[in-house]
């Protein structure tokens, strides 16, 4: 936390990245994040042709995890809206390149943690608050997942 964001509590004082920085900087994560949704297909359609076992996690947690997941997706692109950009959208990728292998949730696991790591490199950026705001839900859900998955 840096000392404008104690000092103010809220609002934001000195310059922010500009609409079409946001935009370029959001994008990046937008993919991550849909790649991060098709690894979670890939492990949804494994457990239910019994192709893989869902180890500790339970149906009810990974339908909650995906939904959480593509409402993250929907809110940067809402984002990117916003700026006045175009969203990045997953045409330019395919459902069936994603599977989910023996080792599947070590797969999952990887692509959670590309997207943390996607995250983290928006930290330091001087994004307006509420993309900041953005920013900080969908990080907490990652979180979230990577504890869910962590054990399987």
């Known amino acids: 936390?840096?000392?404008k964001d104690i000092l103010l509590q809220k609002g934001w004082a000195g310059?922010?990245?500009?609409r079409g920085e946001t935009v370029s900087h959001l994008n990046p994560v937008i993919r991550v994040m849909t790649v991060t949704m098709h690894y979670w297909d890939a492990a949804q359609?494994?457990?239910e042709a019994g192709a893989a076992t869902a180890g500790a996690?339970?149906?009810d947690d990974m339908a909650?995890?995906?939904k959480v997941l593509r409402m993250d997706i929907g809110k940067m692109c809402e984002t990117v809206f916003s700026a006045?950009?175009?969203a990045y959208n997953g045409v330019d990728l395919e459902a069936s390149d994603?599977?989910?292998e023996p080792d599947g949730w070590a797969g999952v696991r990887a692509q959670e943690k590309a997207l943390g790591e996607a995250l983290a490199q928006q930290v330091d950026i001087q994004h307006h608050m509420r993309t900041r705001?953005?920013?900080?839900?969908?990080?907490a859900n990652h979180e979230a997942r990577m504890t869910l998955i962590r054990n399987c």
Request: proline share 0%; charged share 10%.
């Open 1 to 3: 936390m840096s000392i």
């Open 15 to 18: 310059t922010t990245i500009d």
């Open 45 to 47: 359609r494994a457990l």
């Open 57 to 59: 996690v339970s149906a």
């Open 64 to 66: 909650q995890a995906r």
């Open 84 to 86: 006045g950009g175009v």
């Open 98 to 100: 994603y599977t989910f």
């Open 133 to 139: 705001a953005i920013l900080a839900a969908v990080a």
